[in-house]
């Protein structure tokens, strides 16, 4: 076996090896930072008080724009 073979067979067996152990983590959100809100209907946004819910703003969701013009919870 070559050297440039004998090489990249260890390479791709150290790599291999870092993928199956590496941990995987989630980041938290940093301080200050909010969570997406959603809503699984529009009386649960109402009680928020986030009615009505614009294309873009968070909560806004397909799923809660009945007539689809981009206003939820109309």
């Known amino acids: 076996m070559s050297t440039v073979k004998l090489f990249g067979a260890a390479l791709f067996a150290a790599a291999g090896l870092a993928v199956a152990v ?8 940093g ?14 946004a109402r009680e928020d008080g986030a009615a009505p819910i614009h294309r873009g703003e968070d909560g806004y969701a397909d799923h809660l724009d009945r007539d689809g013009d981009g206003i939820a919870c109309e």
């Open 31 to 44: 301080p200050g930072a909010t969570a997406v809100k959603s809503y699984k209907n529009c009386t649960e």
């Open 22 to 29: 590496a941990p995987t983590a989630v980041a938290a959100p």
